[in-house]
């Protein structure tokens, strides 16, 4: 097997987990609020993470770290896990899921944009219809397909999914400046954010018995949403000769995930989902085209 064969099938197993978070998110906060979701997948998340560093031998990575990698670490645990999925889970707690999963999958279009005031970018002319392309969709999923009524369903929900999009375009950002280890930084990411999950967690509600149920949706998105994805998606960006091809792939998630919905979660997909995703992912699309257009990447 050829390793551009390899990068696909490393980069399609990323692709089917993020596809089922959608679904797995809706059915565990049926047991659990939030933060208890938040809270007991990041432990599995630093367990499964930890053997992975472990697999890997890079144990010594975390006997060598200094101040500066614990700081960063601290930094970017509050972003995220902490602040990120906080939002997030609390958009899938107030919206349907087929609601909340597109408006999250906005976040590259929020970075785009955020971009321009931190890092001094300019928008080009495609760029800027990406944008206009993308928020028409959200506004369809938004209103429900009513957008001249401009009569949100649930404002609150949809402030949150979006405002979650800020966060992760900004810890991106961010994120262009980090020199950790990627498995390392991600492992001290969820270790340094636990305190403070935790801290949340015992102030706001405290902690009680959970139900089993709950404990396997949390161990499902701690092992493979925060985790095995993420490394999966690692494999196949060192394997493939283009990650443009690997990219693309992507765009079967958000609609994948809307099957996944339907199928587990039983919620009856609306047209305007289905058409407010379109225009999303269209937007995405016209993103990537501009940029690659400027790189002169040949894909």
Request: with cysteine; proline share 3%.
């Amino acid at each position: 097997m050829t390793d551009q064969a390899k990068a696909y099938i490393f980069a399609l197993i990323s692709v089917f987990l993020w596809s089922t978070v959608a679904s797995v998110f809706k059915i565990s906060l049926r047991y659990l609020s939030p933060v208890e979701l938040l809270f007991y997948a990041a432990c599995f998340s630093c367990f499964v993470l930890f053997l992975v560093l472990a697999l890997q031998q890079k144990l010594y990575l975390l006997v060598e770290a200094d101040a500066v990698v614990w700081k960063t670490s601290l930094l970017f645990g509050l972003l995220s896990p902490f602040l990120y999925y906080l939002v997030l889970l609390k958009a899938y707690d107030l919206l349907p899921a087929q609601q909340a999963q597109p408006l999250n999958y906005t976040w590259a279009i929020t970075l785009s944009l955020l971009s321009v005031p931190l890092l001094g970018d300019r928008l080009k002319i495609a760029e800027i219809g990406a944008v206009l392309v993308s928020y028409l969709g959200v506004l369809v999923i938004s209103t429900q397909g009513d957008v001249l009524s401009l009569k949100f369903e649930n404002p609150f929900g949809v402030a949150l999914a979006l405002g979650s999009t800020l966060i992760w375009a900004f810890y991106w950002i961010l994120n262009t400046k980090d020199r950790r280890d990627p498995v390392l930084g991600l492992f001290l990411n969820f270790l340094c954010s636990l305190p403070f999950i935790g801290f949340y967690l015992l102030v706001t509600e405290g902690f009680r018995g959970i139900d089993r149920a709950g404990v396997l949706g949390a161990a499902y998105i701690g092992t493979f949403e925060m985790g095995i994805a993420f490394i999966s998606w690692l494999m196949a960006m060192k394997l493939t000769k283009s990650t443009a091809r690997i990219a693309n792939l992507i765009f079967i998630s958000p609609f994948l995930s809307l099957f996944l919905i339907h199928f587990f979660v039983g919620e009856k997909i609306m047209i305007s989902s289905v058409v407010g995703l379109i225009f999303i992912v269209a937007g995405l699309i016209i993103q990537g085209v501009a940029g690659r257009t400027e790189r002169g990447d040949d894909g």
